[in-house]
């Protein structure tokens, strides 16, 4: 689940693109200088080309000067985010990068920091947040008064699409800390990881599905090399994983609002949200499939990432963990459990599952209902098998 900025800074942050320059004072806009201070907060911070050449600079040996990635699981020990049977969104969400992590460091040409685990924030990024206190505060003002006058002066314009959760005081100064922070620091990417919700639930289950990834609007310094990232990543996620049925909610979601992914212009790199599926989705709270689940999330946007830095499209399967997968017993409408996945799976990877339907209403989700009885009766007509919509192992 994201954050936005507070109420009174909703209408001063919905402009568009905007930014930490290196102009630190408000007076300039006094001379009559703001258009030129305009088209410096709309010059673009950072280039696919530019990675895609330093990448492989650093993959082949030439250079020493790695890829730069910032990875942030959503939330910390103190405020765990969304919540769901048992779920909580900090625990899902850490779980998902250290794997992400642990996949990218074997990778020649990447240095990776993961903004916290399991104990706290990293060393390096707290000691941080702790010295640049002040440093921080004052990023935040400046770029919010800069944008206040731009927008009074008609320079820039407002572009809400989806409506987010408020952070408190303390959540906002840490998001915009690793802002700074990914700045001061030139990182290259800056991957945010997170599981969504919506206001206003009540129940155990919500109504809506599947994941979106959220980017800096087109007018950000950083837009379109963030937006060339997240198409990448939701290719590969968007072959086995549900896209968000949220109204105004797409596969890619054009922010100017989110703090993590820069509101008020104020990250440089290639900057992405990823919001992997709502919560209360079963495939993330169930335990018998949710950690299976989770590592497959990791691994999709692996190949995304490295289809980023490579400059390629490249086609990779699904749930390794499950290739020649030997079934215990037999199966039928009403099991669980990570033998249905598999199955699931398996029809899935011949285009069977789902059949005639879509991934939202048929998640790849370790529970065998109508989805999975409809595809496997398909799959057993056209192989000449018996259609009774039951696996014998």
């Known amino acids: 689940m994201n954050y936005k900025i507070n109420p009174y800074l909703t209408f001063a942050l919905s402009i568009s693109a905007l930014f930490f320059m290196a102009f630190s004072s408000v007076d300039i806009f006094k001379d009559g200088t703001s258009n030129f201070l305009a088209s410096v907060f709309f010059t673009t911070s950072v280039y696919t080309e530019d990675i895609v050449e330093k990448y492989n600079g650093a993959s082949s040996g030439k250079h020493d000067e790695k890829i730069k990635i910032l990875i942030v699981p959503g939330h910390d020990n103190d405020s765990f985010g969304a919540y769901a049977n048992n779920t909580t969104e900090a625990e899902i969400n850490l779980i998902v990068a250290e794997e992400l992590k642990n996949i990218l460091e074997k990778e020649k040409g990447i240095e990776i920091l993961l903004s916290r685990d399991g104990s706290g924030y990293n060393p390096e990024l707290q000691k941080y947040l702790d010295s640049e206190k002040e440093n921080i505060e004052e990023f935040q003002k400046e770029k919010k008064e800069i944008i206040k006058e731009l927008m009074e002066e008609g320079k820039v314009k407002s572009n809400i699409v989806v409506q987010h959760n408020f952070a408190r005081p303390e959540v906002v100064d ?22 969504n919700d919506y206001p206003g639930r009540t129940s155990s289950y919500g109504k809506y599905s599947g994941f979106s990834i959220y980017v800096p609007e087109k007018q950000y310094s950083n837009a379109e090399a963030s937006h060339d990232f997240a198409e990448k990543v939701a290719r ?15 596969m890619i979601t054009e922010d100017q609002e989110l703090i993590a992914i820069g509101s008020y212009n104020t990250v440089d790199s290639v900057s992405a949200l990823i919001e992997y599926g709502y919560i209360y989705e079963s495939q993330f709270t169930d335990q018998k499939v949710k950690d299976v689940i989770l590592k497959e999330l990791a691994q999709q946007t692996y190949f995304g990432i490295m289809d980023y830095l490579n400059d390629t499209e490249s086609d990779h399967e699904t749930f390794k963990d499950f290739d020649n997968y030997k079934w215990k017993r037999n199966l039928s409408f009403g099991d669980k459990g990570l033998d249905v996945l598999a199955l699931q799976n398996f029809l899935h990877d011949r285009g069977y599952y789902p059949y005639n339907d879509n991934l939202n209403n048929c998640p790849l989700n370790g529970n065998f209902r109508n989805c999975t009885e409809s595809a496997l009766k398909k799959y057993q007509s056209d192989n000449n098998i018996y259609p009774n919509g039951s696996w014998l192992k």
């Not at 840490?174 to 599981?195: E, P, R, S, V």
């Not at 072959?239 to 949220?246: E, Q």
């Open 174 to 195: 840490i998001l915009y800390g690793i802002n700074k922070f990914a700045n001061d620091n030139d990182f290259d990417i800056t991957l945010h990881i997170h599981f």
């Open 236 to 250: 590969h996620l968007s072959n086995m994983f549900a896209v968000s049925d949220m109204p105004k909610e797409n």
